[in-house]
């Protein structure tokens, strides 16, 4: 499989490429927090309910994220990030920052980021690498409200969709690392991509839900598949 000089590649990852660096995806069997399904700590009604059970949540995978290291699959596409430059799009639906840490620029989270939070009244998000463990949680220093995860949580909207479909509508490629292809919009970027007639490519260990949707399937690791894509065609 070869990306060329002339692609204008819109890139889409999900938990599998973060598993890889040996974060929990929280799904399928075997995927439980603490005896709670992530559906269970990851709504807007789990916030209503116990802000601090939500909050221990987010600080212990604020916690495995700054443990955990970027891999040859991020790195491969930071590589064919600076090769493609502005032709290069990556949306991923992690929240953990190793795209960042690999080099990644161009890069949107839909599903929000791990180290920002926002107060949920002035919904203004900012840094934050804290761990909120304790009844002890934190507040708006402009208006006192509470401050929650930025992170988009079930039931939510995914952050920005505009700039996703203005992107998708030019890519002349679409690659899909690592998500099973199970949650919307997502998991319809693929069908978008096959009304417009792009090629769409598919890399992850298992057959995704929508397997048929691809062009080409790669099963395979992300972090064994990728870095051979790095070597552009002129
Ligand atoms: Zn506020």
Redesign the pocket.
């Given at each position: 499989m070869r990306l060329t000089l002339q692609d204008r590649l819109f890139v889409l990852t999900g938990a599998g490429i973060s598993a890889e660096s040996g974060l929990a995806t929280f799904r399928g069997s075997g995927g439980l927090w603490n005896g709670y399904r992530v559906e269970e700590v990851a709504t807007p009604e789990a916030w209503e309910a116990d802000p601090e059970l939500v909050w221990r949540f987010y600080s212990m995978r604020r916690r495995d994220a700054l443990a955990a290291q970027p891999n040859a699959a991020h790195l491969a596409l930071a590589r064919i990030e600076d090769k493609l430059g502005d032709r290069f799009y990556l949306c991923t639906q992690n929240v953990d920052d190793l795209h960042e840490r690999a080099g990644s620029r161009r890069i949107h989270h839909m599903h929000g980021t791990l180290f920002q939070s926002r107060?949920?009244?002035?919904?203004?998000p900012f840094p934050d690498q804290s761990f909120y463990e304790t009844l002890d949680l934190p507040t708006?220093?402009?208006?006192?409200?509470p401050?929650r995860p930025h992170i988009v949580w079930f039931g939510e909207i995914p952050l920005n969709m505009d700039a996703i479909y203005r992107e998708l509508d030019r890519a002349t490629t679409l690659l899909v690392v690592g998500t099973s292809g199970s949650v919307y919009p997502a998991a319809g970027f693929v069908d978008i991509a096959n009304r417009r007639g792009i090629r769409t490519i598919y890399i992850g260990p298992e057959e995704p839900l929508n397997t048929h949707a691809f062009d080409d399937i790669i099963l395979s690791l992300a972090t064994q598949a990728l870095p051979s894509m790095i070597e552009l065609v002129p």
């Amino acid at each position: 499989m070869r990306l060329t000089l002339q692609d204008r590649l819109f890139v889409l990852t999900g938990a599998g490429i973060s598993a890889e660096s040996g974060l929990a995806t929280f799904r399928g069997s075997g995927g439980l927090w603490n005896g709670y399904r992530v559906e269970e700590v990851a709504t807007p009604e789990a916030w209503e309910a116990d802000p601090e059970l939500v909050w221990r949540f987010y600080s212990m995978r604020r916690r495995d994220a700054l443990a955990a290291q970027p891999n040859a699959a991020h790195l491969a596409l930071a590589r064919i990030e600076d090769k493609l430059g502005d032709r290069f799009y990556l949306c991923t639906q992690n929240v953990d920052d190793l795209h960042e840490r690999a080099g990644s620029r161009r890069i949107h989270h839909m599903h929000g980021t791990l180290f920002q939070s926002r107060c949920v009244r002035c919904n203004k998000p900012f840094p934050d690498q804290s761990f909120y463990e304790t009844l002890d949680l934190p507040t708006c220093k402009t208006c006192a409200s509470p401050i929650r995860p930025h992170i988009v949580w079930f039931g939510e909207i995914p952050l920005n969709m505009d700039a996703i479909y203005r992107e998708l509508d030019r890519a002349t490629t679409l690659l899909v690392v690592g998500t099973s292809g199970s949650v919307y919009p997502a998991a319809g970027f693929v069908d978008i991509a096959n009304r417009r007639g792009i090629r769409t490519i598919y890399i992850g260990p298992e057959e995704p839900l929508n397997t048929h949707a691809f062009d080409d399937i790669i099963l395979s690791l992300a972090t064994q598949a990728l870095p051979s894509m790095i070597e552009l065609v002129p």
